[in-house]
């Protein structure tokens, strides 16, 4: 198992552009996809992106495709999701989360075994 950590979220104005970073404590890492998810209070867990353990494959949902990039540095052991243009739709509790299926980047929740406790973005106009 790994432990991970989310970083990065905060207050922000509508526009503008955020790095979400998702961490891991395990040397292991790079035998984990790795998967973002986000939750707006009242709504159910959306996701948003997943990229394999190499990070030669990546996948997006429906609910920030086009204004999100996700990757990864295994010597960092981190994945980064990169937000721009963040609207006050994009409010919401951000998760990371890994599965070690290879090279996995669908979207099932279930599907994934290791959550961290996820950041908190908030987008002000």
Sequence with gaps: ????????????QTGTSLRLSCTASARTFSSYAVAWFRQ????A????????????ISNYGDSL???STISRDNDKNAVYLQITNLQSEDTATYYCAATSRYSYTR????DYSQWGKGTQVTVSS
Excluded: Y
């Excluded at 198992?1 to 922000?12: C, F, R, T, W, Y």
């Excluded at 867990?45 to 030669?56: H, P």
């Excluded at 979207?107 to 279930?110: A, S």
């Design 65 to 67: 495709r086009g204004r």
């Design 107 to 110: 979207g099932l929740i279930n």
């Design 1 to 12: 198992q790994i432990q991970l950590v989310e970083s990065g979220g905060g207050l922000v």
């Design 40 to 43: 707006a209070p009242g709504k």
């Design 45 to 56: 867990r959306a996701f948003v992106a997943a990229i394999s353990q190499s990070g030669g």
